[in-house]
């Protein structure tokens, strides 16, 4: 992997993500990609109709490569369910994954200002802003691996817990179940028949 | 993981369950398991197929092994199972994967007067009910009513007794309480084809697989569907028949009902150890009080606690079957856990600079991991391994010698700055924290619960990342209103580093007032991962305070809250060369 030399410039790649219109219907994205290029630092900016898919993506890789770029801003969705997709995408580009930034346009933006073009947009424009601002300072990191115990505490002698309990010991790992009461069964013990087939509970 | 194994009293090995204890036992005790319907002795099994297969002695009504008062029980044992000096024991697992499936409680209607649980004999619960048709039950399943132990013609079954309610603070659907009545009629048309069975409801949820056709059949067996809530239960004094009235909401007339036999049809609610288990697994909750998941779609049974998920009705009210699919998609999830042998640990964790470092030991005093080592004259470390980076210690610490990986001052600063560079008058700042305000920012996104554009939110891990600096450097730069926002103050997701929040913002109160700045204009608010709708409304309210900012408190506060020139301290005059050293 690429390490970054500290005294090389800043080189910022932003990719607007239209998603389909659950972004470009209440955001002027064409307008968030204009301002980014205005942005110090910024050398590359790239629309995207759904950047977390593979077109995308690849795009993203190409410009890693053809733009050289040392950090990545992904305008798009929450962090929360797509930075593990983009950290592993600059990661397959010959970038640390923590040199990945995003803006939350959809979750945060869009989402939630439908009808407020101008708004919505001012909005985007500063998250963008923002995460530039942030990756800046971005650094490389080195993940820890810690090792795993095999072997899982199951909390609760209910249906549920049973049945979680029983699946995890076929997969072969030692389980220890926890039970308050005296006897596992939980309230599905106490019924008589159960929906929707009308058979014992016990 | 330390588990208390509570005592028995019998030993589980030696217990042959042959029931000799139980019949010499001269105490009697309600009985759990029938719903208190029947009793049972000290010694006694839970139910006759209970697992582990073993009597078990209730300490509580035992009148103990004194010859004088009893002893009975381990007299008759010929295996000597009983135990009266065994004590509860600890038990340390250490465990890669944890699943929470809690489970339940069975709502108690006795709050809800006009139905009068309690105060009559033959209106009785849906888990009463399943004990008093079982032929494992108390009457071996000859449904009788309690009052007179005579068999009812006319039974009324109630729908939604503490489910959809927003009055008793329980405004969601329970899920089961639809299917289980339908379940009942069915039982008794079943049984006793001469009763005559009613259902006040007011919307009948049979969504599932095959649910619809059970509808039919019950609709088919004679069972009468009224749509309308009654609104009391009475007696008649004579002849002790339940008198139920109920608004028919489908023909509009008032309908009175003389019955023999009323079912509540009880709700569910979270288990009462819920808060218990949430502490302990830094677990936060619904507003209806069940678990929340890390995504309502994509993770349906993740905590997120990494290694922590979710199997049955902690996470939200669902039946058997939804329970089964949950348990083994949540044994797969921590299966694949395990099976991966290690895992990746996000470096979000601090380093110390022991050039900047002035041996004050706060750090290690706000470290909610005890993952910071200091002593008196001596530089402060972090074990890596234990710090699960919150960042309390990088705000707190004053000398610059704390850099939070990929949470850096730095970067944190620069998105201050970013965001405030234009028109700051026109925006709400917002500091919010990972796991609960930032992800309740997400749900209003999920939810489209739309409020103003003005707001620019700034992610850290933690709330209690959010440093002195940072606020006063947004103020600096012209906010007109800052929010700092964490997990509710129970449910901090790094066990209870928000109280450094708390601490820093009150300071900040403080010194806002003394710099002649409005203390309102900064402000703190809990808004856990659930809670979309409380985010938009929050979000709202600050809108609603930045409008009352003058130009002139603005260009105030830039000029009264810039920084006082302090004796230069290396690690303060250069900060970016701590970033590098420790980089």
Not at chain 2, 26 to 42: C, F, I, W
Request: aromatic share 6%; with cysteine.
């Amino acid at each position: 992997m690429a390490t970054l030399d500290k005294d090389s410039e800043l080189r910022i790649g932003v990719f607007v993500c239209d998603c389909g219109l659950n972004i470009a219907g209440a955001v002027d994205c064409g307008a968030v990609c204009e301002y980014a290029e205005t942005l110090d630092d910024v050398v590359c900016v790239v629309r995207n109709k759904y950047t977390c898919a593979d077109p995308g993506q690849n795009e993203i890789k190409h410009a890693v490569r053809e733009h050289r770029l040392n950090r990545v801003v992904v305008a798009s969705c929450t962090p929360r369910q797509h930075e593990p997709t983009f950290r592993q995408c600059v990661l397959e580009a010959g970038l640390n994954p923590y040199l990945m930034e995003m803006a939350n346009l959809r979750e945060h933006c869009s989402w939630v200002h439908p009808g407020d073009w101008d708004g919505a947009t001012a909005k985007a424009k500063d998250l963008v802003a923002s995460a530039v601002g942030r990756a800046r300072f971005l650094e490389e990191q080195v993940e820890m691996a810690v090792p795993v115990t095999r072997r899982a505490l199951v909390i609760g002698g209910g249906v549920a817990g049973i049945e979680a309990a029983l699946e995890l010991a076929e997969q072969g790992h030692q389980v220890t179940l926890v039970e308050k009461q005296a006897s596992i069964g939980g309230i599905m013990a106490q019924l008589d028949k159960t929906y929707p087939t009308m058979d014992c509970s016990i | 993981m330390t588990i208390r194994r509570k005592a028995r009293y019998v030993d589980l090995h030696l217990c042959n369950s042959c029931g000799d204890c139980a019949n010499v036992c001269p105490v009697t005790a309600p009985d759990e398991y029938q719903m208190g319907l029947s009793s049972r002795k000290a010694v006694y099994i839970p139910f006759p197929q209970a697992v582990p297969c073993s009597y078990i002695l209730d300490m509580d009504t035992c009148l103990g092994n004194n010859p004088i008062a009893c002893g009975k029980c381990a007299d008759v044992c010929e295996k000597q199972a009983i135990d009266f000096d065994d004590a509860d024991e600890l038990v340390t697992r250490e465990v890669g994967a944890i699943i929470v499936a809690i489970g339940l409680d069975v709502y108690d209607p006795t709050e809800m007067d006009e139905y009068g649980y309690t105060r009559f004999d033959d209106v009785i619960t849906s888990m009463e009910f399943e004990r008093l048709i079982c032929a494992g039950g108390p009457t071996m399943g000859h449904f009788v009513r309690p009052s007179d132990q005579q068999r009812p013609k006319r039974i009324g079954f109630i729908q939604c007794v503490g489910s959809r309610n927003p009055k008793i603070g329980r405004p969601y659907c329970s899920n089961i309480c639809c299917m289980n009545t339908i379940k009942d009629t069915l039982l008794l048309a079943d049984h006793y084809p001469d009763t005559e069975n009613f259902v006040f409801y007011q919307d009948i949820r049979a969504f599932g697989k095959g649910f619809e056709d059970m509808f039919q059949r019950s609709k088919e067996a004679g069972t009468r569907y009224i749509r309308g809530l009654p609104g009391d239960i009475e007696e008649d004094p004579e002849t002790g028949a339940l008198i139920v009235t109920v608004e028919n909401t489908t023909s509009g007339r008032l309908e009175r009902h003389e019955l023999d036999m009323v079912v509540l049809s009880v709700g569910v609610v979270p288990a009462k150890d819920r808060d218990k288990i949430a502490g302990l697994l830094t677990l936060s909750k619904t507003s209806d009080g069940f678990f929340m998941e890390t995504h309502p779609k994509l993770k349906p049974v993740d905590a997120p606690t990494r290694g922590v998920y979710f199997a049955g009705f902690c996470e939200s009210p669902k039946d058997i079957k939804d329970s089964v699919c949950q348990a083994g998609a949540a044994s797969s999830r921590a299966g694949a856990l395990l099976n991966a042998g290690e895992i990746k640990i996000e470096a979000i964790t601090s380093v110390i600079d022991p050039e900047a470092c002035s041996m004050c030991g706060l750090c290690a005093s706000v470290c909610p991991y005890g993952a910071i080592t200091w002593h008196k004259k001596e530089v402060a470390t972090v074990i890596e391994a234990a710090c699960a980076g919150c960042g309390a210690c990088g705000a707190t610490c004053t000398f610059g010698a704390i850099t939070m990986r990929h949470f850096t001052d730095d970067q944190l600063l620069g998105q201050v700055r970013a965001i405030l560079a234009e028109q700051p008058e026109e925006k709400v700042f917002v500091f919010a924290c990972n796991w609960c305000s930032y992800a309740g920012g997400d749900m209003a996104g999920i939810s489209r619960i739309r409020y103003p554009s003005t707001n620019r939110v700034v992610r850290t891990m933690c709330s209690a990342r959010v440093s002195e600096e940072m606020v006063l450097e947004a103020f600096r730069c012209g906010a007109p209103v800052v929010l700092v926002s964490g997990c509710h103050y129970a449910d901090c997701h790094y066990i209870d580093a928000n109280r450094q929040t708390v601490k820093r913002v009150q300071k900040l109160w403080d010194k806002l007032e003394k710099a002649g700045v409005r203390p309102e204009r900064l402000q703190l608010e809990w808004i856990s991962a659930a809670e979309g709708q409380k985010f938009a409304k929050v979000m709202q309210q600050m809108e609603d305070k930045r409008k009352l900012v003058t130009p002139d408190e603005i260009a105030h506060a830039r000029e009264a809250l810039k920084p006082k020139k302090k004796k230069a301290r290396p690690a303060k005059k250069e900060p970016a060369a701590v970033t590098e050293a420790t980089a």
